[in-house]
């Protein structure tokens, strides 16, 4: 049986394409992956469908109200006996790593609660295990930080991607420690560009000496705080 991921959200409508696609669309009909789509609204509070309400004490915008997320959550917990771990996307979250997707892609089941307008009613943060945030800025919902989310743990998980050893010699894997090596194909010289010599040489050791310097160059030119994170 394979990953199970659960998202609620008010627009399920817009992950069609991004479950459907590549990667992701061949290992859900695989079976290596299931996502399953919950509305919000299903759990309104009334005909209209609220969900949201202002806030206590004033200010801008709307705020999602406790009971719908609550019962659309203990629901989706018993549609499958695996224990969940649920997870809240907010900008509040901690900022996702690979580190952290890793983790994730080595659980069984995980339940993706997408926030909306102003945020969530504070006390919904008591049905988290985790909140995540993928990047230092603000979106109109969760439900882009969903499909990240998504895309990152599922293709971890065995079987997913196609190459053997595919996901161990990616930026941000734990065999590199920092960015990814320059990759190259065909055609050798484009433009007046090569291929770098080495490259060519099927020197295999020389190879893997010239990728890890380079990865290393290029994490310090780039991305230097993941060298002083160690």
């Known amino acids: 049986?394979?990953?199970?991921?659960?998202?609620?959200?008010?627009?399920?409508?817009?992950f069609a394409g991004v479950l459907d696609a590549s990667i992701l669309g061949r290992a859900r009909r695989e079976g290596r992956v299931?996502?399953?789509?919950?509305n919000l609204r299903d759990f309104a509070l009334d005909a209209r469908g609220t969900v949201d309400?202002?806030?206590f004490g004033g200010g801008a915008g709307m705020?999602?109200?406790?009971?719908?997320i609550f019962d659309a959550v203990e629901q989706v917990r018993g549609l499958d006996e695996r224990p969940?771990?649920?997870?809240?996307?907010?900008?509040?979250g901690?900022?996702?790593?690979?580190?952290?997707?890793?983790?994730?892609?080595?659980?069984?089941?995980?339940?993706?609660?997408?926030?909306?307008?102003?945020?969530?009613?504070?006390?919904?943060?008591?049905?988290?295990?985790?909140?995540?945030s993928i990047g230092d800025y603000v979106l109109t919902g969760g439900e882009l930080p969903a499909m990240v989310l998504v895309d990152a743990v599922a293709r971890l998980v065995p079987g997913v991607l196609g190459a053997e050893n595919g996901a161990e010699?990616?930026?941000?894997?734990?065999?590199?420690?920092?960015?990814?090596?320059?990759?190259?194909?065909r055609p050798r010289v484009f433009r007046g560009m090569a291929v770098p010599e080495v490259l060519l040489s099927g020197d295999h050791g020389?190879?893997?000496?010239?990728?890890?310097?380079?990865?290393?160059?290029?994490?310090?030119e780039r991305r230097g705080d993941l060298l002083a994170d160690g």
């Open 169 to 185: 010699e990616e930026s941000f894997s734990p065999a590199l420690g920092g960015l990814e090596y320059p990759q190259y194909t």
């Open 84 to 92: 969940a771990a649920v997870v809240l996307l907010t900008p509040q």
């Open 34 to 38: 299931e996502v399953v789509l919950t």
């Open 206 to 220: 020389a190879i893997a000496r010239w990728r890890a310097e380079e990865s290393v160059r290029r994490t310090r």
């Open 63 to 68: 705020v999602l109200r406790p009971e719908p």
């Open 53 to 55: 309400d202002k806030p």
């Open 94 to 132: 901690e900022r996702l790593r690979q580190s952290r997707v890793a983790s994730l892609a080595a659980v069984e089941r995980l339940i993706l609660v997408c926030g909306h307008y102003e945020g969530f009613d504070e006390r919904v943060r008591g049905l988290a295990d985790l909140e995540i």
């Open 1 to 14: 049986m394979g990953l199970r991921i659960d998202v609620i959200t008010l627009f399920p409508d817009a």
